[in-house]
């Protein structure tokens, strides 16, 4: 397969998040992919739309989460758009600091980091954030 | 079928919990937070978390793991790892918390070192 784009729009719930994950899983398995890359992309991606629906949109049911899935020969990219007021990534502290390693939350985005090979974040002038992921073949 | 299945037995004064499926935000995340919460309302405060079917687990999980391993310390007890997966291990690798967790791959090794 050389190029696909899928859109979804999903609701602000907990259960978006495997609704999600299973979308991707197909997407990745008709992109050839290899089984390590998926792994990574899944636990990414289930992270980044965790953030949207409880972070971003606060589980608000009038807002949406939107995924758009593009694959080329070269890499999938995935970006998680929410709704929401939006964050500064840089100032989420390191969880892996020694005083952070006992906290109970705030790995999201160092697993994003770890298992994607870009992620940056868009705050929009409409409002919402926006995070891209791509993780190169 | 449940996201999380957890199986409870009695080793001495040991409590396992056979754990198979996903320990991730939401049904599986909650179902380890009621369970550890419910051994410790039974006084059953040494536990042993047999991980050897969990084949998936994201961040919420790890975070259910770090609280279960730390309202069990406040309450004195211990609470101790078995048979990670090699992605749960790497996980707990790449977070620092292998450096936190008592973590065995023989049952009988983890139930000794309780006593």
């Known amino acids: 397969m050389t190029g ?3 859109e979804l729009t999903l ?3 907990i259960d978006t998040v495997a609704t999600a994950a299973a979308a991707v899983a197909d997407f990745v398995g008709r992109s050839g992919i290899s089984d390590d890359a998926a792994f990574g992309i899944d636990m990414a991606v289930r992270e980044a739309v965790t953030n ?3 972070h971003g949109n606060r589980q608000d049911e009038k807002k949406v989460v939107e995924i758009i899935l593009k694959s080329s020969p070269d890499a999938v990219e995935i970006s998680v758009h929410d709704q929401g007021p939006g964050f500064n990534p840089e100032a989420v502290p390191d969880p892996t600091e020694q005083e952070n390693i006992l906290k109970t939350s705030g790995r999201g985005i160092f ?3 770890t298992f994607m090979d870009e992620v940056d974040w868009t705050i929009r ?3 919402g954030t926006t995070v891209r992921m791509l993780k190169r073949r | 079928m449940a996201e999380l299945n957890i199986n409870e037995r009695q080793a001495g004064d040991v409590t396992v919990l056979d754990m198979s499926g996903k320990i991730t ?3 599986g995340s909650v179902a380890l937070r009621t369970a550890i919460r419910r051994l410790l309302e039974e006084g059953k405060k040494r536990i042993l978390l047999n991980l050897a079917g969990v084949g998936y ?3 919420s999980g790890i975070g259910e793991l770090v609280s279960s391993y730390t309202a069990i310390g406040k309450d004195g007890g211990q609470l101790k790892l078995l048979n990670l997966t090699q992605k749960l291990q790497d996980l707990l690798t790449i977070t620092k918390l292998l450096t936190v967790f008592d973590v065995y791959e023989s049952e009988a090794d983890a139930l000794n070192s309780f006593k």
């Open chain 1, 4 to 6: 696909e784009t899928t």
């Open chain 1, 11 to 13: 609701p602000s719930r």
């Open chain 1, 52 to 54: 949207a629906v409880l």
């Open chain 1, 111 to 113: 697993f994003m980091r």
């Open chain 1, 125 to 127: 002038p409409g409002g």
């Open chain 2, 25 to 27: 935000i939401g049904e």
């Open chain 2, 57 to 59: 687990i994201d961040s």
